[in-house]
């Protein structure tokens, strides 16, 4: 019976440490984003993290890997995704992103993860190490937090919980009644007296958290108003996920009157049109409609192409990711957002840090994520190019200092019809 309870015991406490470690990669043309690149250049990792980087390292180390002829990148980071929480987009079991009602901050986002998502490993094959997974709703849907691409639980991904609070700002468009309309298409007045009541709702709600934060010693914990205490208090950032002009200028024009918030435009078609106001007011946009259609017939055809580099050129930081909308399926995609962006006069290493270096700053994790720096962590691939060619292949990949599979769905499909047998001869 001791023995058997010895056993049971053993169990419950935590696996042994496995012993630490280094990792050498040797002779790879490195990428380090936030210091220009080495070429060639070495990496050393210990314990999961990055111990030197340098032309060339000499100290031994238990394992080294030979990159000579890749490129050696720091893992991309998806800003803003649905990824984890969106497996087939069409089938309503599978989607968990949404909630209901208009105001439900105390939602976390990271808890519904699936961590046996077969969108993860797709995604992760093309280099994308981290992600924000992004709650949706109507008006303020939540936080989102960073999640690491691998991982058996949600706990194991999670990487830092609440980085951001979401609010959906409420369409202003008009639709004009008419002939073509909808015969549910309410009169304009009706209409703009509903938009400016959504918007008096948001500022009603906002003030209610601010009263809340000065109530007194011993008041009733209620889980809404204590998820929005760091957002009124400034120290977590808030995304306004807005796309037309109007909706930026309005969102702006509400915020200026809260100058404690930290504001961040998602989505952000039109927010090359108000580039010099975001820039002075230091507003960074994470920027999801690069291959989005323009969004006035007026408008020139590469105008979403170009949009990056004027917010950039202007002095907004610039983060980029995939889409929007269902994303999930995309993102494997992200660096080609990335690469057009650069194609159309975005800098490469301005495209480079804004799927790598800028997500982790916007999202708390600069200090430990998105470049190849001492002391930050081991989350790299090597590929055989520049990773904003879409010729190029991640061959290897690690997430803090841990090589991960690079098979798929994907992958495993391709395998199983490379090797189908012949037909019959008749």
Known sequence: MEKLAIFFLALLLPAAAAPAGTLLLRGATVHTVSHGTLTPGDVLVRNGKIAAVAPKIDEPADASIDLAGLHLFPGLISASTDLGLVEISSVRGSIDSRETGQFTPEIESWTAVN???????????????????????ELVAGASGLMAARGWTVEDMTVRPRTAMHLFWPDHSLTVPGPK???????????????????RSIDQFFADAEAWDKRPPGSPVVPAWQAMLPVVRGELPLVVHAQGIREIRAA???????????????GGRDAWMLATELAQRKIPVIYSEVFSLPGQ????????????????????????????????????????????????????????AAITLIPAQLHGAGDSLGSIEVGKEASLFAATGHILDIRSEVRR???????????????????RYRTRPAPPQK
């Open 115 to 137: 961590p046996d998502s077969e969108l993860i490993p797709v995604s992760r094959a093309n280099g994308i190490t981290h992600f924000v997974p992004v709650p949706k709703g």
């Open 181 to 199: 309309a909808s015969k549910k298409t309410k009169p304009l007045d009706e209409q703009a007296r509903e938009r400016a009541e959504r918007v």
């Open 252 to 266: 702006l024009k509400w915020s200026a009157t809260r100058p404690r918030l930290r504001l961040i435009i998602e």
């Open 297 to 352: 017939s007026s408008d020139a055809y590469d105008v979403q192409f170009r949009a990056p580099s004027i917010l950039q050129k202007a002095g907004v930081t610039v983060a980029i990711t995939e889409s929007s909308g269902e994303s999930a399926s995309n993102q494997r995609n992200l660096p080609y957002s990335a690469a057009q962006a650069a194609a159309f006069g975005l800098s490469r290493d301005a495209a480079l």
């Open 397 to 415: 990949l690690w997430i803090s200092g841990a090589e991960q599979s690079l098979a798929s769905r994907h992958s495993r499909l391709a395998e």
